[in-house]
């Protein structure tokens, strides 16, 4: 029996029609299960009763289980137990514009960045897009508000599960689901080059976000196993072609990592790498954890290195920093948990 919340609307339609049912009440559905937040299909009042009992046979409503939440003033980090045994972590940060959430797209990630607590635990699995839908409405029951803001970037990689990924921002960027602007989605990829290109022409303004963390093959061989499959230059090709199909800005996520990535010679490698190109750059101080040898940039290293960039003419942000009292690194809770 499926998941209710990994649905689009379009599969919703398709099922109403295959029931002999009209295809308008997969917005009902929607109505019912993002706007008045149902816990049973009885509680459906505009569907005969013949249908109701139809859903409760073919779906369930079942939630995720939230087995832990670390708070602080302006983050809460949340563990999920799933089904199988598995768990995952959601992030959310508070911002002077709004609420925003981090989520997981896969149990373990297989792309081995030698900095990441996820990667350090392999992948066990997919997501299914339910379980994505499902972060965000157990953390808005949590917090009794809305998200306004949504980046897949917690644990696995996004483009390793194009499907259930695509499904899912389709149904919380729907006005009759959770509502929430393509561009105030974004999707962060390590740079896998073929799902880049594919991307492209994927009909919603989705912000993409390319974790980055090096200036040239040689560095970033050493740190993201991945370059040996897309090395940069093909990374920046794919990246190109996508600006010229959507003309939307791409953001370079660049962990500052202390002796590896953050001379003054690598910010000036990578304006070189990156000039021409309509793009935004995050400097991220990275979150030292205890399983992983790679330190954080010192604060000078950091102001020179964004100075550089800066003068340069390129824009850059250095990201405010959340939950440095908590698990804040990506995986880190799971990892405690994986580790008892």
Request: glycine share 4%; with cysteine; aromatic share 10%.
């Amino acid at each position: 029996m499926r998941n209710i919340y990994g649905l689009t609307i379009e599969d919703l339609e398709g099922y109403f029609l295959s029931i002999g049912e009209k295809k308008f009440k997969a917005v009902q559905l929607f109505t019912w299960l993002y706007e008045k937040r149902i816990k049973s299909f009885d509680e459906i009042t505009d569907m005969k009763k013949t249908v109701i009992e139809r859903l409760k046979e073919d779906f369930r409503l079942d939630k995720l289980n939230l087995a832990k939440v670390e708070r602080d003033i302006e983050v809460n980090k949340y563990l999920f137990d799933l089904e199988d045994g598995s768990c995952v972590e959601s992030v959310l940060m508070r911002h002077d514009y709004g609420t925003s959430i981090c989520i997981s797209s896969q149990v373990g990630c297989n792309m081995g960045c030698k900095f990441c607590e996820s990667g350090r635990l392999k992948k066990v699995r997919d997501l299914s897009s339910y379980e994505m839908v499902l972060q965000i409405l157990m953390v808005e029951e949590d917090i009794k508000t809305r998200i306004s803001h949504v980046v897949i970037m917690g644990i696995g990689e996004p483009f390793d599960n194009y499907k259930n990924v695509t499904d899912f921002i389709k149904i919380i960027n729907h006005p009759k689901g959770l509502s929430i602007g393509s561009r105030h989605i974004t999707v962060s990829t390590s740079g896998l080059v073929p799902k880049i290109l594919e991307f492209a022409d994927f009909p919603y303004q989705v912000n993409l976000a390319i974790s980055l963390h090096a200036p040239n093959n040689e560095i970033r061989n050493k740190i993201m196993p991945i370059n040996k499959a897309y090395p940069i230059e093909k990374v920046i090709d794919a990246l190109k072609i996508y600006y010229k199909k959507t003309n939307r800005r791409i953001t370079f996520e660049y962990i500052m990592l202390q002796g590896i990535n953050d001379t003054v010679d690598c910010a000036n490698e990578l304006v070189r790498l990156l000039r021409g190109l309509n793009c935004y750059v995050n400097l991220i101080p990275y979150n030292e954890t205890n399983n992983i040898e790679y330190k954080r940039s010192k604060k000078d290293s950091i102001m020179k290195f964004y100075d550089i960039i800066k003068k340069n003419n390129m824009n850059v942000t250095i990201r405010r920093e959340f939950g440095t009292n908590i698990s804040a690194a990506c995986g880190q809770l799971r990892s405690k948990r994986e580790d008892l």
